[in-house]
């Protein structure tokens, strides 16, 4: 069961920074960033449409340009990074997972990732339209659907995107969607397990990997707590 550092390692680090995934990467077999685009389609790393939540600034991040958003204090006197600069850190040293937040993206992303993208990369979107246009530009690269609601069949939705992997919300794990899932040969990834009962249970529920805000913690209850 592997673990995916969450926008890094967001409990200890400024989330989605180059000093999260570099707390990430000591733990974690992959890190995942979410990716947005400036106002001159530089693709970067941000969670939120807006900048309030993370950075010092205002608005949306859609409404500045690069140069501009460059500026910004994202903690801990860190910027906010490019998706070039985050596949650079983690080239050969750790695998990514790349959410996609805005459909329509997909160009800008795929370029970046032909040039500069990790062998061991994944690209997930609660939107099938981005799984879809990905799927068109970058045609060998794994993919997986997020969900936060149960859907009547979301097994089904990978499937028809030709996705490796569903992403459900932990709630939503269950023992027959683990099951279904394996079954249609799709890996099962939940999100965000942070407490040792969480992620001691997601492994008895057989799920492959789990994204965690704090790696080397979810690192140590396993170890702490071997089958």
């Avoid at 409990?11 to 000591?26: K, Q, S």
């Avoid at 449409?49 to 860190?78: C, I, S």
Wanted: hydrophobic fraction near 35%; charge should be positive; glycine fraction near 8%.
């Amino acid at each position: 069961m592997f673990i995916i550092g969450h926008r890094g390692a967001r409990a200890v680090e400024p989330e989605n920074t180059l000093r999260a995934i570099r707390a990430g990467m000591r733990c974690a077999r992959y890190v995942e960033v979410d990716v947005r685009l400036t106002r001159d389609r530089v693709p970067v790393i941000l969670h939120d449409a807006g900048l309030e939540r993370t950075t010092e600034g205002r608005g949306p991040v859609g409404d500045l340009g690069f140069t501009d958003v460059r500026r910004l204090d994202a903690g801990k006197g860190e910027k906010i990074p490019t998706l070039e600069e985050v596949c650079r850190e983690v080239r050969d040293r750790c695998g990514l997972f790349l959410e996609l937040k805005e459909p329509g993206s997909e160009q800008e992303v795929s370029i970046v990732l032909r040039d500069s993208g990790p062998r061991d990369l994944w690209i997930v979107s609660f939107h099938p339209e981005c799984i879809r246009a990905m799927k068109a530009l970058c045609p060998k690269v794994r993919t997986g659907y997020i969900f936060s609601r149960m859907t009547p069949d979301p097994v089904s939705i990978a499937v028809d995107l030709g996705c490796q992997a569903i992403l459900p919300k932990y709630a939503l794990i269950t023992t027959d969607l683990v099951r279904t899932s394996h079954a249609s040969g799709r890996k099962v990834i939940p999100w965000t397990l942070n407490s040792a009962v969480d992620i001691l249970k997601a492994r008895d529920l057989g799920v492959d990997g789990f994204a965690t805000d704090d790696p080397c913690r979810a690192r140590d209850y396993l170890r702490e707590n071997p089958r």
